[in-house]
């Protein structure tokens, strides 16, 4: 099982970035993946989830209504695109196999990651 993000790069605020998972080993019809962040000096955090049975997606408040998760199984590949960076976004981002509380696939706190992650990619948000 091997997860690979990509797409990382400096860009100015207000600027787009889109990232990519691709994933080898595993058929994503089976495994939800989510995407995580962790700035300089900070935890890491969960920013976006995508289930595989339904396609609920789910996201921390701070990037709803600019970042989009979506993904395309004929490509074994997860997306996060990204709009409307700030500087805050600045962190290097991982993709990694999630699962959610049972019964509580709805609640972004429910979902946590399992044992697979990507290796990062950096995302620089600077004037």
């Known amino acids: 099982v091997q997860l690979q993000a990509s797409g990382g790069g400096l860009v100015q605020p207000g600027e787009s970035l889109r990232l990519s998972c691709v994933v080898s080993?595993?058929?994503?019809?089976?495994?939800?993946i989510g995407w995580f962040r962790q700035a300089p000096g900070k935890e890491r955090e969960g920013v976006s989830y995508?289930?595989?049975?339904?396609?609920?997606?789910l996201y921390a408040d701070s990037v709803k209504g600019r970042f989009t998760i979506s993904r395309d199984t004929s490509k074994n590949t997860v997306y996060l695109q990204m709009h409307n960076l700030t500087p805050e976004d600045t962190a290097v981002y991982y993709c990694?196999?999630?699962?959610?509380?049972?019964?509580?696939?709805?609640?972004?706190?429910?979902?946590?990651?399992?044992?697979?992650w990507g290796q990062g990619t950096l995302v620089t948000v600077s004037s």
């Open positions: 990694a196999t999630v699962a959610a509380l049972p019964g509580s696939a709805m609640r972004f706190s429910a979902w946590y990651p399992t044992n697979n």
């Open positions: 080993g595993f058929n994503l019809d089976y495994y939800a």
């Open positions: 995508i289930s595989n049975t339904d396609g609920l997606t």
